[in-house]
């Protein structure tokens, strides 16, 4: 991509806003990536909108990010623009009716917080969740009973052709690790939660016995992205993954987690290729013994290697 284009960037952007030529892997849980030929990082609204319309204009491709904790990026990159909605996009406000508003860049882990700290129960599910609160919605995440869908009230979005518009719980489309949100290219801008008022003692221990659970459980000790499939109707992939003899499979330095064969894990150095390679190998492997087609949980976008 011609190099002059790109740097006209900065005819909308701060030039501390701008990375050029950035590694993925420094913007990804996983810890996998080529680089981007751009990353950046907008402060508001206008700006993500001034982005946006510059690489329209100029025919860029772009693509939207939050902490990168559900994505796979290819080993040769990402052409075009990344947009990471992140802390410089994370402001939160409570209000008087046990709601809390937050832009879309903000970690949920954060949001828990500060509801625990105005005693609001709801969050506590989602207080493990290494994800901005954005991307949380857009695939309506869950652990533990909760989903996003039980705690929000409307959702402020941008469509692909520069509209803004607010949208109740019930028209966000929300399902099974999906929202209105994947389904038509929007970006999540601000979220409006509602929670209920809640006793601080409570709060806190049902946080701390999901993390005790999460941390018994889950591979945190190494870089992932999460659970790697979704859950099929009437099975789990972690134990369907586990009865095919698969707890340990390695492909290069990715490996399905011992201690819990949902997650694909990187041991070291594992590259795009390994994780699809492997799980590739994983899908057929089930499907064979049981029939069952396994369905990726986790995002790709980029550039990878065939």
């Known amino acids: 991509m011609e190099g002059d284009i790109l740097g006209s960037i900065r005819e909308v952007l701060n030039e501390e806003q701008i990375f050029f030529d950035e590694p993925m892997k420094k913007h990804t849980t996983f810890r996998i ?13 206008a700006e993500i909108e001034a982005v946006i319309a510059w690489c329209d204009e100029h025919a860029i491709p772009y693509y939207v990010i939050g902490n990168g904790s559900n994505l796979l990026v290819g080993d040769d990159g990402i052409r075009g623009v990344v947009i990471q909605i992140g802390s410089e996009f994370s402001g939160i406000e409570v209000g008087e009716d046990e709601t809390i508003w937050v832009q879309a860049g903000c970690m949920l882990s954060k949001v828990a917080n500060v509801a625990l700290e105005h005693s609001l129960k709801g969050m506590e599910f989602a207080a493990g969740i290494p994800g901005t609160i954005g991307g949380a919605v857009m695939m309506n995440a869950g652990a533990y009973g909760g989903e996003m ?45 509602q929670l209920q008022a809640g006793e601080a003692e409570e ?20 870089p992932s992205a999460g659970s790697t499939f979704k859950r099929p109707e009437g099975h789990f992939a972690g134990k369907l993954i586990m009865d095919a003899g698969l707890a340990g499979y390695r492909v290069g330095g990715a490996q399905v987690s011992e201690k819990h064969c949902g997650f694909v894990i990187n ?37 990878f290697v065939s």
């Open 267 to 303: 041991r070291g150095e594992a590259t795009a290729k390994d994780v699809v390679t492997l799980m590739n190998d994983v899908v057929s492997r089930v499907e064979e013994q049981f029939q069952v087609t396994l369905e990726p949980e986790v995002r790709r976008i980029g550039e």
């Open 203 to 222: 709060i806190v221990a049902k946080m701390k016995e999901l993390n005790e659970a999460r941390r018994e459980k889950q591979p945190l000790e190494f």
């Open 33 to 45: 990536g080529g680089n981007a030929d751009v990353l950046v990082k907008p402060t508001s609204i």
């Open 149 to 193: 869908k039980d705690i929000i009230e409307c959702v402020t979005l941008l469509s692909p052709d520069g509209k803004i518009q607010i949208l109740p719980e019930d028209q966000m489309e929300f399902g099974y690790r999906e929202s209105i949100v994947s389904k038509m290219n929007y970006i999540v801008l601000e979220v409006k939660l």
